[in-house]
């Protein structure tokens, strides 16, 4: 077979595996985004990335439209900043390709963590949601906290619309704080939230040409059977065995493009 089947092949398993991983997890682009190095430069392989895996950030949040209705205050309230430093990280990418290309293994190491601290976030969070939860008459955060909150989604979004990985964590911290209701709630104005990033950020790669659109194509369709195969596994998988395959994941690939980039390895 041609060498560009096995191409296309070794791209749609890597967005196959990347949907399953956001179902179960999260870190997806820690698989579509080095697959897709190894084809096209790094700028463009993160707006192929943020393209293909776009489709499953659309799928989640309708998944999460009960919810969505239910704290469609606070949801309108976050748009603008995200959206915006969605616009802004993407056109940073675009504007200096080779400072992203020295900032991959950083922006990758920086994903790693971020799944190290997932777990016991998430625990912290699931504890507020549950104490909001308990007391009924608790009053709305003071304007300094919601500010707080509005300017830290602006930069989470600008991180967003630059990489991406992890954004969804960062999220969850803020919104700990803002009396939004119980996890769920959380999940479903996280992933509304994500989705609004990515968009923004398509459109921006999309006119400054950084998407491959018969790579995007075919991994979205990958990608979108791996969240089913994930959503469904996610009944009978420990959450926990994934995230540990994506921080040995994440970790190994930020050595990896250490060396690469600074070292005197090459491919």
Not at 68 to 85: D, K, Q, T, Y
Not at 251 to 256: H, M, P, R, S, V
Request: a positive charge; aromatic letters at 14%.
């Amino acid at each position: 077979m041609p060498a560009e089947f096995w191409m296309y092949l070794f791209l749609c398993v890597s967005a196959f595996f990347a949907g399953v991983m956001n179902s179960v997890a999260g870190g997806g682009t820690l698989l579509t985004f080095p697959a897709l190095t190894g084809v096209v430069s790094p700028a463009i392989a993160n707006g192929t990335s943020t393209v293909a895996l776009l489709p499953g950030s659309f799928a989640g949040a309708l998944g999460y439209r009960k919810e969505l209705w239910e704290c469609r205050r606070f949801v309108f309230r976050m748009i603008a900043p995200s959206v915006v430093g969605g616009f802004l990280g993407a056109w940073l990418v675009g504007k200096d390709k080779d400072t992203f290309a020295d900032l991959v293994p950083w922006l990758i190491l920086t994903a790693a963590v971020l799944f190290v601290i997932q777990a016991p976030l998430l625990k912290w969070v699931k504890k507020r949601a549950a104490e909001e939860g308990a007391h009924p008459d608790h009053h709305e955060p003071s304007l300094l906290t919601q500010s707080l909150v509005i300017a830290f989604q602006f930069l989470v979004a600008v991180y967003g619309g630059y990489f991406g990985a992890g954004i969804g964590i960062l999220m969850l911290s803020a919104l700990g704080f803002m009396g939004v209701g119980d996890i769920h709630r959380m999940n479903a104005v996280k992933t509304f939230l994500a989705a609004s990033i990515n968009v923004a950020a398509v459109v921006v790669f999309i006119r400054d040409e950084l998407v491959r659109w018969n790579y995007a194509l075919a991994m979205a369709v990958a990608a979108i059977v791996g969240g089913y195969v994930g959503a469904r596994a996610a009944r009978r998988l420990p959450a926990s065995y994934v995230r540990f395959a994506v921080i040995v994941i994440g970790f190994g690939l930020a050595a990896f493009y250490f060396i690469k980039r600074y070292g005197n390895f090459s491919l």
